[in-house]
């Protein structure tokens, strides 16, 4: 599946890894730090068939579902080297973007079915540091589905649409969106 980041309004190739000292290399979602509107999901490499790293980044990966407890249904991903070509597409959502009081950056569905596999999340909010201002998330998306991209600050900054079809993945400005499938939302809200 091919990787994608978007942060700060652009859809970018590739989502960017870094060193963890007991972890190995892992992609790090979220804040981590004090308060409790932080909390930081480290996503590690399977240690057997990792992901090809380039320049820092993973730009093909698979998601491996490790179940830890069967009795209370906990478990975590990892990413590792694709065997064979998939539709999908893995996409790394920031939000975070310029603080602004009692915003919130976030997502939400508009189409289809995309997978949230990982959600971390931070607060830039010196003073409270008790709910979180912005997420950060790993989603799985296929032909077919659309999130709404909320970044942190958004009465000042715009909205966007993450769009995956069958020529790839595509971020627009939700009012875009919004005129290109206009029949497609009415149906879908009435």
């Given at each position: 599946?091919?990787c994608?980041?978007?942060?700060?309004?652009?859809?970018?190739?590739g989502?960017?890894?870094?060193?963890d000292?007991?972890?190995?290399?892992?992609?790090?979602?979220?804040?981590?730090?004090?308060?409790?509107?932080?909390?930081q999901?480290?996503?590690?490499?399977?240690?057997?068939?990792?992901?090809?790293i380039k320049?820092?980044?993973i730009?093909?990966?698979?998601?491996?579902?490790?179940?830890?407890?069967?009795?209370?249904d906990?478990?975590?991903?990892?990413?590792?080297k694709?065997?064979?070509?998939?539709?999908?597409?893995i996409?790394?959502?920031l939000?975070r973007?310029?603080?602004?009081?009692?915003?919130?950056?976030?997502?939400?569905?508009?189409?289809?079915n995309?997978?949230?596999?990982?959600?971390?999340?931070?607060?830039?909010?010196?003073?409270?540091?008790?709910?979180?201002?912005?997420y950060?998330?790993?989603?799985?998306f296929?032909?077919?589905?659309?999130v709404?991209?909320?970044p942190?600050?958004?009465h000042?900054?715009?909205?966007?649409?993450?769009?995956c079809?069958?020529?790839?993945m595509h971020?627009?400005?939700?009012?875009?969106?919004?005129n290109?499938?206009?029949?497609?939302?009415k149906?879908?809200?009435?």
């Open positions: 599946m091919k994608f980041t978007w942060e700060y309004g652009q859809l970018t190739t989502i960017q890894v870094e060193r000292g007991s972890l190995g290399i892992i992609v790090s979602l979220g804040q981590d730090g004090r308060g409790a509107g932080n909390y999901e480290k996503v590690e490499l399977l240690r057997k068939n990792p992901p090809e320049e820092g980044a730009f093909d990966a698979h998601p491996v579902k490790i179940t830890a407890n069967l009795e209370q906990r478990y975590f991903y990892m990413l590792a694709p065997t064979e070509p998939d539709p999908r597409f996409v790394r959502i939000t973007w310029v603080y602004a009081y009692r915003t919130h950056g976030k997502w939400r569905t508009i189409k289809g995309p997978e949230d596999l990982v959600v971390g999340c931070g607060t830039d909010d010196i003073v409270i540091r008790q709910n979180p201002t912005w950060d998330g790993i989603v799985l296929s032909p077919g589905d659309a709404r991209v909320k942190e600050g958004a000042e900054n715009e909205k966007y649409a993450l769009v079809d069958e020529d790839g971020d627009l400005f939700f009012g875009e969106y919004k290109k499938f206009a029949t497609v939302i149906e879908e809200f009435i």
